[in-house]
């Protein structure tokens, strides 16, 4: 079963829109976004942060995505399921 949400937010003086799909796995949740052409999961850690997972090697890309952005993203998404 999957669920989607929205986060809107500026990150360095640029909007941004994000489309957010929750997927229920087996013993988790994960959340997938498309970040700058970038295919994220954000999946729960044992501290109770999520952590990113990038499907696909991060240098394969042109476009590397900003790490703070991922953390933004990361604490937008903690914020929201709380």
Known sequence: MSDFFTLKF???G???ILDV???HQQF???YKVAI???EI???PDEEGYVRAVSSKPMHDHLHPVDVGLLHHV???IIQHIR
Do not use: D
Request: net charge negative; aromatic share 10%; charged share 35%.
């Open 10 to 12: 500026e990150y360095k």
């Open 14 to 16: 640029h909007p941004h």
């Open 21 to 23: 799909q929750t997927a």
């Open 28 to 30: 988790k949740t994960v």
């Open 36 to 38: 700058e052409e970038h």
């Open 41 to 43: 999961t954000f999946e």
């Open 74 to 76: 990361a604490e937008l």
